[in-house]
C-alpha cells in the first residue's frame, strides 16, 4: 500500500498488528555519467514495491511511505552534483519520521537502505538505535546485512560474464542494470556504451584510508563495469533484494533480531562521526 493514496479514514482501520511501515531511503548524488542522481531512491522504492506483494502472500501488509531523499553521500565527495543533507540532521529525520508512526500505532518500522556509504549507514543504524528505545515499537535497517553479504544468483551470474562482484560497487553493473530493468529511459545509453570498467580493490583502499570513489580512483564516478549491464541481471537483482527485505520482515517479526554486520564494517562504522560529515 502506497500511504500517499490513503485517506486518514483508511490509514486508522489498518490492523497495526498485521501492518508494517516500509521507509525507502536514496541520496541524491552522482552514479557516473550514465545514471540519473536518483537511482539509489529508485531502486529502493523498487525493492520495497517488490518485497510488499512477497510479504501479502504471508497476510502482511506493508504500508510504504514516500522515499525520503537526500541521504548522506560522503564516498561521492569530489564529484558534482551529489546534494546531502548533514548526517546528524538526516539520522534525527529519520528518527522523527520513526516516531510519528509509533504514535500512530505501529509497531514495526523498516528502512530500505541500499547506500554503501558509510555515514549513510551510520546514520540510519543511529536512528534505528533510537527508535528502539520507544515502547511497544521496533525499527530495522535490513538492507546493509544483503549489501555487504554474497549473493548466490547474483555473483553466479556475473561471474559467468567474466566479473568479479567485488569490484560492483557504484554506478556498476548491478545498479546500470536495475535501472536499465525498470526503466531504460532513466539510462544515458549513447554514454553508457563507452564506459571502461573502473575496477578497485575497495577493502585495500578503506585500510590506505581512501573512503570515497575519487580517492580510490574513480575519474568519473563509478566503480564497476556498467557498460555490460543487461536488463535480466536487473530483474535478478531486485528480485534477490526483494527477498531479502521480506525475509527480514519475517524474521523479526518472528521475535529475533537482525544478525550484525560483517565485523570490518562495523569497525569502520566505528570511526563515523555524524556530527563531522
Known amino acids: 500500500m502506497n500511504l500517499t493514496d490513503l485517506t486518514s479514514a483508511e490509514i486508522c482501520a489498518l490492523d497495526r498488528d498485521s501492518t508494517v511501515v516500509v521507509v525507502p531511503l536514496g ?5 557516473g555519467p550514465h545514471l540519473p542522481v536518483a537511482t539509489k531512491c529508485f531502486l529502493s522504492e523498487a525493492v520495497a514495491f517488490a518485497a510488499a506483494a512477497r510479504l501479502r502472500n504471508d497476510q502482511l501488509e506493508c504500508l510504504i511511505t514516500p522515499t525520503v531523499p537526500f541521504m548522506p553521500c560522503q564516498s561521492s565527495c569530489g564529484f558534482p552534483s551529489s546534494f546531502a543533507i548533514g548526517a546528524r540532521t538526516y539520522s534525527d529525520a529519520l528518527y522523527e519520521i520513526g516516531s510519528s508512526f509509533s504514535r500512530d500505532g505501529f509497531k514495526h518500522l523498516y528502512f530500505v537502505n541500499l547506500s554503501v556509504s558509510p555515514d549513510a549507514v ?3 543504524s543511529v536512528a534505528v538505535e533510537d527508535l528502539n528505545t520507544l515502547k511497544e515499537f521496533r525499527a530495522f535497517d535490513p538492507m546493509p546485512l544483503w549489501n555487504f ?3 548466490e544468483a547474483l555473483e553466479s551470474y556475473m561471474r559467468n ?3 568479479d ?3 560492483e560497487i557504484h554506478g556498476d553493473i ?3 542494470s536495475a535501472i536499465m530493468h525498470l526503466d531504460p529511459e532513466l539510462l544515458s545509453e549513447d554514454v553508457l556504451k563507452g564506459l571502461k570498467p573502473c575496477l578497485v580493490n575497495t577493502t585495500w583502499e578503506v585500510l590506505k584510508g581512501n ?6 580512483g574513480s575519474n568519473t564516478g563509478y566503480l564497476g563495469s556498467p557498460a555490460l549491464a543487461d536488463p535480466e541481471l536487473g530483474r535478478v537483482y531486485i528480485a534477490e533484494a526483494a527477498f531479502a527485505l521480506a525475509e527480514s520482515v519475517n524474521f523479526t517479526l518472528a521475535g529475533n533480531d537482525l544478525p550484525e554486520l ?3 564494517i562495523r569497525m569502520l562504522l566505528k570511526m563515523v562521526d555524524l556530527d563531522e560529515m
Open 211 to 216: 573512503f570515497s570513489f575519487q580517492e580510490m
Open 122 to 124: 551510520k546514520a540510519v
Open 149 to 151: 553479504a554474497p549473493n
Open 161 to 163: 560474464l567474466g566479473i
Open 27 to 31: 541520496s541524491i548524488e552522482q552514479h
Open 262 to 264: 560483517p565485523l570490518q
Open 165 to 167: 562482484p567485488a569490484n
Open 174 to 176: 548491478k545498479e546500470t
